[in-house]
C-alpha cells in the first residue's frame, strides 16, 4: 500500500518598505508571526520589499491574545488609544480577506479611507505624516519634538493588516527606559535569515545613565541572546517617545560596527570573545539604579562602557581604564568595576576589538609593576597617576622601572637582605622588555590606547579590598 504524500500549504507575503524603519520591521516581523507561527520562516530583502515565505500555519483571533496583553502592559499609550477590540476587527477582516482569496498588501501606506490612527510608538514619523519622497522639503516631518500646542502634520491612518502586523511586530520590540523616556528597539537582519520560532530575548531595560546607555544596554543583551539562533543583526531600528505627548526620534540606532565585531564571533564561535559583551552587560545591569550624587563614577563609566561597545574609540578606552582605577582606589562599591575585564585573558581579547594591531602586554612586566604597587597600599593611586600621564612610551618605561626597583628593593628589605644594586638590575631587565616594543607604538593613537591596556592588565592583577 502506498503512502499518500502530506502536501502542507505553503504561502508567500510581500512586506513592502515605505522608509519608516521602525514602522517596516514592525510589520515585517508581525507578518513572519501571525501567518507562520512557530514554523521556519524565510526572510529575503528583495530591495523594495521583504519576501517571507515558509508553510501557512496562521493563528486565529484568539491564539493571538497573549500578544495584545503583552503589548498594552508595554505601552501605556497603547493602553489608552488602542483598544483591544480595534485589533480584534483589523485582524478578523485580514483572515476574511485572505480566506476570501482577496488580494492584501502589505505596504504599510496610509489608508485612502477609514483605517485606524498610527501609534507614534509604532514609529515618531507617524505622527506627523508619511515623509514622502523628499522628506527635506518639509522640514516639520523632520523635527525632533512635537507637542498638542503644535499638531502640525496630518494624522496616519493604516490599513486592518498593517494595524494588525504592526501591532504583533511591536510586541517583540524591547523598550529601554531611561527616566520618563523610553525607546523601542526591534533588530534588523542581513540578506536572508531563517526564523525559526519566535524571536526570543529580553525586553526589558532601565539605566540611570541616560537614555543612549539603556539603549546599548538593550542592544547588547538581544545580540547575545540570539547568539545561539546565529540570526545575522546587522543594526536596530527604534523609536523614542519622551512623557505622554513629546516624540523624540526614530530610524537606526547605528550600531553597525557593534553588530558587525558580534556576528564574526559567532560565526568563529569564539566564546572567549562573548565574554567580553557579558562582562559590558553585567556591568550596565548592576549599575542601572546608580545614583550619581553618591556614586557618580561608577555613573561615568557606564556611560563611557556604552560609547566604547559602539564606537570602539580609544579616548573611550582611555576613560574607563582611568575610572577603574579610581573606583578600585576609593575602596567603595568596587565589586561591578571589579568584575569588568577582570583578566589577562579579558585585557587580550578588549585589544583585539579595538583592532589597531597592537603588540601583547609582556606579563612578566606587569606581574611585577602589580607587586610593586601592592606594597604602597595608600599611595598606589599616585604612582599609577604618572603612569597615565607618562606622555611618551619613553617616559612610560622610566616611570615603570623607578617604580618596579622601589618595588622590589621594599621584598629585599622584608627577607632581610637589602641590595639596591640587585633591585635596579631587576628592574632593568623588566625595562628593556618594554623597551623592545618602541618600534611598534611610535603612533601616538597606538601608544595611548596600549598603555590603557597595559594599565588595566596590572589593575586585573592586584588585589582589592573594599564594600559595596
Known sequence: MMIPKIHLKENTYRVYKTGIPFYDAARLIGVAHLFFGTASTEIVDKGACWEVKGIDVRR?????????????????????????????????????????????????????????????????????????????????????????????????????????????????????????????????????????????????????????????????????????????????????????????????????????????????????????????????????????????????????????????????????????????????NIYPALNLFKSSKDIKEVKEMVGLGLPDVPQEVSQALAEALELDEKGWMNQFTRLENAADFSQLIGYVEYIISRGYYRELQKEGQPNIRDAMNRAKELASILKSLSENLADEKKFRAWKSIFLMDVLSRMKFKGGE
Open 60 to 332: 486565529d483571533e484568539e491564539q493571538i491574545g497573549w500578544v495584545i496583553e503583552r503589548e498594552r502592559y508595554k505601552s501605556h499609550d497603547f493602553n489608552q488609544k488602542v483598544e483591544r477590540g480595534q485589533i480584534e476587527r483589523s485582524l478578523k477582516k485580514l483572515y476574511q480577506k485572505i480566506n476570501n482569496n482577496q488580494n492584501v498588501s502589505f505596504n504599510g501606506l496610509p489608508a485612502t479611507r477609514g483605517g485606524y490612527p498610527a501609534l507614534k510608538e509604532f514609529d515618531a514619523t507617524l505622527s506627523r505624516g508619511v515623509r514622502g519622497i523628499d522628506p527635506m522639503s518639509n522640514y516639520l516631518l523632520l523635527v525632533s519634538v512635537s507637542t498638542k500646542r503644535n499638531p502640525r502634520g496630518k494624522k496616519y491612518n493604516i490599513k486592518d493588516e498593517d494595524l494588525a502586523t504592526a501591532s504583533i511586530g511591536f510586541c517583540f520590540s524591547a523598550v529601554a527606559r531611561s527616566g520618563d523616556c523610553r525607546t523601542y528597539i526591534l533588530p534588523i537582519f542581513r540578506d536572508r535569515i531563517v526564523l525559526s520560532g519566535f524571536l526570543n530575548y529580553n525586553r526589558d531595560f532601565f539605566h540611570n545613565a541616560g537614555q543612549h546607555v539603556s539603549n546599548v544596554c538593550a542592544a547588547i543583551s538581544i545580540l547575545l541572546d540570539l547568539t545561539s539562533q546565529k540570526l545575522p543583526v546587522t543594526d536596530f531600528v527604534y523609536t523614542s517617545v519622551c512623557g505622554q505627548n513629546i516624540i523624540l526620534k526614530s530610524g537606526y540606532l547605528g550600531f553597525e560596527r557593534l553588530c558587525d565585531l558580534w556576528w564574526k564571533i559567532v560565526e568563529e564561535n569564539y566564546e572567549d570573545k562573548i565574554t567580553i559583551l557579558n562582562q559590558i552587560r553585567s556591568y550596565l545591569y548592576e549599575t542601572r539604579n546608580v545614583d550619581q550624587r553618591k556614586d557618580s563614577q561608577n555613573f561615568q563609566l557606564a556611560r563611557c562602557l556604552a560609547n566604547f561597545a559602539v564606537n570602539l574609540d580609544v579616548d573611550f578606552l582611555c576613560m574607563i581604564e582611568r575610572l577603574k582605577a579610581r573606583i578600585l582606589a576609593s575602596q567603595q
